[in-house]
T-cell receptor, first 112, second 111 residues
C-alpha cells in the first residue's frame, strides 16, 4: 500500500536558519505529492504540491522537488521566521478518489 | 467564501452517547472526506465520498457511519461513543485529482 515517512520532530531552529524536513514515500503508480501546514488550533492548509517527477513546488519561500529516483519530497526554506512555527505534513495522493496518505507530521519551532 | 465549515468546534460526550459531526463546503467539490488526527499518528482517513450518492470506508471506519446528504454536506455519526474515539476530526473536500481543502476541525472528548 501507499505510505509516507517523514522525520521525527520537534525541529527547533533559530530565526533565519535553513530548514530541511525530510519526506520519503512508497506508492504504486505515479502519485501527486503535497506539503500541508497546520498552525496551532487550525485545520490543515496546502503549502505546496508537485504532480510529476522533477516538478518543484514552491510557496511562501518553501520549496520541495519531486524526486522519483529517491522517492523523496523534502521540504526546504532558506531562512525561517518565527511565524513559520507549525506542524508540517507530507502527503501523497494516488489512485482513485484523490485520497490522501499522510506522514505523521513534523513540528517546527522557530525561536528568536 | 467560507470554504469548509464544521460544527461543533468542541464536544464532550460520555461513553455510549451518540452524536453527529456536520460538514459543509461551498466550493462545489465532488469529493469529501473525514479524517481523525491523533498525536504521533498524523491524519487517518475514516470515510470518504468520491461523489454525491457514494461513500466508502477509509483506513479506520469502525465505530463510525457517514451520510452524504447532498453535494455540499457530509456528516459523520458516532452511534455509541468510546474513549478511543477521543480525537480531533477534520472534514475536507476536493475536486478529483486536486488538492484537498480542510475545515477547522472538531475536538471531541469521550469520557
Amino acid at each position: 500500500g501507499n505510505s509516507v515517512t517523514q522525520m521525527e520532530g520537534p525541529v527547533t531552529l533559530s530565526e533565519e536558519a535553513f530548514l530541511t524536513i525530510n519526506c520519503t514515500y512508497t506508492a504504486t503508480g505515479y502519485p501527486s505529492l503535497f506539503w500541508y501546514v497546520q498552525y496551532p488550533g487550525e485545520g490543515l492548509q496546502l503549502l505546496l504540491k508537485a504532480t510529476k517527477a522533477d516538478d518543484k513546488g514552491s510557496n511562501k519561500g518553501f520549496e520541495a522537488t519531486y524526486r522519483k529516483e529517491t522517492t523523496s519530497f523534502h521540504l526546504e526554506k532558506g531562512s525561517v521566521q518565527v511565524s513559520d512555527s507549525a506542524v508540517y505534513f507530507c502527503a501523497l495522493s494516488a489512485g482513485t478518489a484523490s485520497k490522501l496518505t499522510f506522514g505523521t507530521g513534523t513540528r517546527l519551532q522557530v525561536t528568536l | 467564501n467560507a470554504g469548509v465549515t464544521q460544527t461543533p468546534k468542541f464536544q464532550v460526550l460520555k461513553t455510549g452517547q451518540s452524536m453527529t459531526l456536520q460538514c459543509a463546503q461551498d466550493m462545489n467539490h465532488n469529493s469529501m472526506y473525514w479524517y481523525r488526527q491523533d498525536p504521533g499518528m498524523g491524519l487517518r482517513l475514516i470515510y470518504y465520498s468520491a461523489s454525491e450518492g457514494t461513500t466508502d470506508k477509509g483506513e479506520v471506519p469502525n465505530g463510525y457511519n457517514v451520510s452524504r446528504l447532498n453535494k455540499r454536506e457530509f456528516s459523520l455519526r458516532l452511534e455509541s461513543a468510546a474513549p478511543s474515539q477521543t480525537s480531533v476530526y477534520f472534514c475536507a473536500s476536493s475536486e478529483f485529482r486536486y488538492e484537498q481543502y480542510f475545515g477547522p476541525g472538531t475536538r471531541l472528548t469521550v469520557t
